[in-house]
Structures are given as C-alpha cells and as structure tokens.
C-alpha cells in the first residue's frame, strides 16, 4: 500500500491535502470532542435542533452518563474549541485527578496537544507528536485494562476507539499510511458497538456517519485506495450524510466535529456555497477564537469566488497572530497571508502582494516542510517581478521554487517561466 500511494499524484494542493484526510477517514477513525453545552453558551438555532436539554445514554455504569462530570469536560472543551489550552488543561487535570484510572483523563488533556498540533499541519512540525502518542497509549491501556475486567465495558470501548482514531489520524498525516490504517482496523472492532449501544443518541452515530459517508464517497473520486476497501464493510453515502446531519442537529458531545466533517464534505466533495457557508459560520459564531475555524471560513469564500469577504476572515487571522494569542500560529498566518497576496495580486497592486508573499516566506522558512503555501508564494513572487519587468529578480524566485519541494506542479510552471516570462503569456 505505501508504494502505491507514494506512485500517486495529485495535482493540487487541495488534492494532496485531501488524500492525507482520505487515508486517516478511510481507517474509520472516531472523533470524540465532546461539544460544550453549558447554559448561556449557545444561542444558535440554526441547525433547528430538537432536544429540549441534555439526556442521560442509559449505558450501565458508564462515565459518560454522570451528567456533573459533563458539564466540568464540556467547560473545559469550550475552552479547548477557543483555543485557551490552559483554562482547558486545568479543568481537564481536575477530572483526571477524580478518576485517576479512568481512560477519559488522559484522553480529555491529550486533546490540549492535538489542537496544538492542528493548526500546524501545513508546517510539517512535529514538536508535539511524541508526547501526543504517549497519552493515545495510556488511554489504550487504560481502556484495555477495563476490558480485561469487562470485554463490553462501554467507557472502554469508547475511549479505545477514540485513542485509536486520534492516533490514525495523525499517523496518515506523516504518512505513516499502514500504521493508520492498522489503527483504524482495531477502531472498527468498536465504532459498530458504540452505535448501536444507543441508536437515539446523535452522538454515537457519529462514527459511522463518518465511515459511511467517506467510505462510499473516496473510492469514486480517488480509486486508488479502492484496494484498501477490501477488508472493511460495505458503506452507504446516504446514511453516512444523514448521521453527519443527525449529529450536527441533536449531538451534544460531538455535534461541533460533525459540523466541521459537513463543512469538509460541502466545501471539497460536492462544493455547495450555502451549506458550507452555513456549518463555517456556525463554527465561528460558536468559536469566535479558534484560528483554524478562522481559516476555513476564508478558504470557503475563496473556493466559491467571494474574495473580500474571504479576505474578512484571512485579515482576522493575521490580526491575531501580531497581537500573539494562543493558536494563531506562524503556519495559520501564513495561510492567510499568502490569500492576501492572491488577492492584491489580482487587484493589480502588485507591490502590496509583494509584501504579503514575502510575508509568507518569512513565516515559512524555518517550518520543516515545504508548505504548499510558501512554495507558491516564492512562485508568484517571480510572476509579479515578470510583470513589472525585473526579470532578474524573476529568475531569482523561479530558482528558489525549484530547490523547493514540488507543490501543485510548481516545478513545472518555475521552469516554464523561467524559460518565458510570465507577462508573455
């Protein structure tokens, strides 16, 4: 499998992000970022959600229906989702200090570390890794630990696949394609089992909304993961979409994943403006604070053509990255930079791109990977300079481009442009 992948090639940055999202979606990770409902939290009605308050899961004996304990996680993940890691941190080592035995402990506080590592995806940096897959294991151990006792202990199995799920996908995201897969294997053994645990709960639906959906889905729009199929059910896009839907109007665990999983579905996989639209602004009015949500909402006004108001979104992002607050980070500013130089450049204000891309190059070039967006900042860098008729400087950039990794055919069109100024074209 790895050698099949590593001959695949996609021509998009896009397309290669997607293909590192297909391979950890295809190993049926779950999510299990439990979504605050606090009183006085939540004012939005947009998804016409119908559950009057929050109802026990009648699961014997599980955590999860200690309704005092939910509210103390679900303060902390409001915090999380804001991207304030300390207030979260604290509040998620007072549980584990409750239940010092308990998978949920380290699993909540590992959470801390994966919205660390998020925003830096794009960055290649893996400062966090190490310790992130530290806690994934003793929340496997713990969980098995309980098995031992009880091989239908619901936390159990809960945890267990949500640990199993977070490490897959990070592992498919350094390209450790087996491992993830193998990981997603084992979460199999309990996605099933958490589902049908309760049928009415729009949270243990989740993930097999998620595994229906993308499960049916990937293989037609990239067949060369058809093969991975071969051992895993049979997947239906109609129930995938419906549980995503179901999870996003009635969940109260995991209702923010789902709308972010939507967003990703109407944003990439069948683009529709309003739907998209619709789940990036509920993220953002719930999460005023988190960057990457921030970032989202202005790549799906790029993709549907509405530049300025993308532009809202990107200026926010930079704007909080100056001022220093917690997770908007060099790679995020990036992002939003290099769609600010797109959108000058298009403006014809060319020295103001400039500026902007150079920008990118200065947050970027101490990152370890050669980001998408740094290599096709330098790219347009030399497509201005062509334009105003600094050929040198031109030939500079293209240059730079091609000791750069190759990004979304960014050899190809260095070289071509080297060979004929841009301007000519």
């Given at each position: 499998?790895?050698?099949?992948?590593?001959?695949?090639?996609?021509?998009?940055?896009?397309?290669?992000?997607?293909?590192?999202?297909?391979?950890?979606?295809?190993?049926?990770?779950?999510?299990?970022?439990?979504?605050?409902?606090?009183?006085?939290?939540?004012?939005?009605?947009?998804?016409?959600?119908?559950?009057?308050?929050?109802?026990?899961?009648?699961?014997?004996?599980?955590?999860?229906?200690?309704?005092?304990?939910?509210?103390e996680a679900e303060a902390g993940l409001f915090h999380l989702y804001n991207m304030e890691y300390e207030a979260a941190d604290s509040i998620f080592r007072s549980i584990e200090s409750q239940f010092p035995e308990h998978p949920m402990g380290p699993f909540l506080r590992s959470l801390v570390l994966w919205w660390r590592i998020l925003p830096e995806l794009e960055s290649g940096a893996e400062a966090d890794d190490e310790a992130f897959y530290a806690a994934m294991a003793e929340v496997i151990k713990r969980?098995?630990?309980?098995?031992?006792?009880?091989?239908?202990?619901?936390?159990?199995?809960?945890?267990?696949?949500?640990?199993?799920?977070?490490?897959?996908?990070?592992?498919?995201?350094?390209?450790?394609?087996?491992?993830?897969?193998?990981?997603?294997?084992?979460?199999?053994?309990y996605i099933f089992d958490i589902a049908d645990a309760d049928t009415a709960n729009a949270d243990f639906q989740f993930g097999t909304g998620v595994y229906n959906y993308f499960a049916a889905v990937i293989p037609k729009k990239y067949p060369v993961v058809k093969p991975i199929?071969?051992?895993?059910?049979?997947?239906?896009?109609e129930d995938g979409l419906s549980s995503l839907k179901?999870?996003?109007?009635?969940?109260?665990?995991?209702?923010?994943?789902?709308?972010?999983?939507?967003?990703?579905?109407?944003?990439?996989?069948?683009?529709?403006?309003e739907e998209a639209v619709r789940y990036s602004s509920w993220l953002i009015h719930r999460y005023p604070d988190n960057a990457f949500f921030r970032v989202l909402e202005g790549r799906v006004y790029v993709r549907f053509g509405r530049l300025p108001r993308a532009m809202y979104s990107f200026e926010r992002v930079i704007d909080g990255h100056g001022e220093g607050r917690p997770g908007y980070t060099d790679a995020l500013s990036a992002v939003s930079h290099y769609y600010r130089g797109r959108y000058r450049m298009n403006g014809k204000r060319f020295d103001d791109a400039l500026i902007s891309f150079m920008e990118v190059e200065t947050l970027s070039a101490s990152q370890p990977v050669d980001s998408y967006f740094r290599v096709h900042a330098l790219l347009r860098m030399g497509m201005i300079y062509d334009l105003l008729g600094v050929r040198e400087d031109a030939l500079a950039a293209y240059g730079r481009v091609l000791r750069l990794d190759d990004q979304a055919e960014s050899h190809e069109k260095a070289s071509l442009f080297r060979k004929e100024p841009y301007q000519s074209r």
């Open positions: 499998m790895p050698k099949l992948l590593g001959r695949t090639r996609l021509k998009t940055e896009e397309g290669r992000s997607i293909l590192r999202l297909v391979m950890w979606l295809l190993t049926v990770a779950i999510y299990v970022i439990h979504v605050p409902e606090a009183a006085g939290q939540d004012t939005d009605t947009s998804f016409d959600r119908h559950v009057d308050a929050p109802g026990s899961y009648n699961i014997q004996g599980s955590i999860l229906s200690d309704e005092a304990l939910l509210q969980s098995d630990r309980l098995l031992d006792e009880d091989d239908q202990d619901f936390d159990a199995m809960f945890f267990k696949g949500a640990a199993l799920g977070f490490r897959g996908r990070l592992l498919s995201n350094r390209h450790e394609w087996l491992s993830a897969a193998k990981d997603g294997k084992k979460a199999l053994e199929l071969y051992f895993f059910p049979d997947a239906d896009r179901f999870t996003a109007r009635e969940g109260r665990l995991i209702r923010t994943e789902a709308a972010y999983f939507l967003l990703q579905i109407y944003l990439i996989y069948e683009p529709q403006f």
